[in-house]
């Protein structure tokens, strides 16, 4: 059994940073590729950023590049995302995940490629 527990969320007004955390129990999680997704109400479930087993490959989706950057650590077992520069357009419950064994990098933002999801934390930008 795998369990990703997620933190960081918060209330912040625009331009302002977020650091979520997601801590992984219960699997090997080097060498894994693990990703963040979101979810604003009324609207499907988007793919955010993921990172390589090594950290050496990151994606981002193209509204978040140069604001968020997502990283690991394999010691602590635990992936991040810091957000920078913040915008309304942001506001949802930010997902961590982790990547079917043997799925391709090139299938990382497909959400039906993940088997293993957080529960999830709110994040919220105020204008």
């Known amino acids: 059994q795998v369990q990703l527990v997620e933190s960081g969320g918060g209330l912040v007004q625009a331009g302002a940073s977020l650091r979520l955390s997601c801590a992984a129990f219960?699997?090997?999680?080097?060498?894994?590729?693990m990703g963040w997704f979101r979810q604003a109400p009324g609207k499907e479930r988007e793919f955010v950023a993921a990172?390589?087993?090594?950290?050496?490959?990151?994606d981002y989706r193209d509204s978040v590049k140069g604001r968020f950057t997502i990283s690991r650590d394999n010691v602590k077992h635990t992936l991040y995302l810091q957000m920078n520069n913040l915008k309304p357009e942001d506001t949802a419950v930010y997902y961590c995940?982790?990547?079917?064994?043997?799925?391709?990098?090139?299938?990382?933002?497909?959400?039906?490629?993940?088997?293993?999801w957080g529960q999830g934390t709110q994040v919220t930008v105020s204008s």
């Open positions: 995940a982790s990547l079917s064994n043997h799925t391709p990098w090139g299938m990382k933002k497909d959400s039906r490629r993940y088997d293993y």
């Open positions: 219960g699997r090997t999680f080097n060498n894994v590729i």
């Open positions: 990172i390589n087993w090594s950290g050496e490959s990151t």
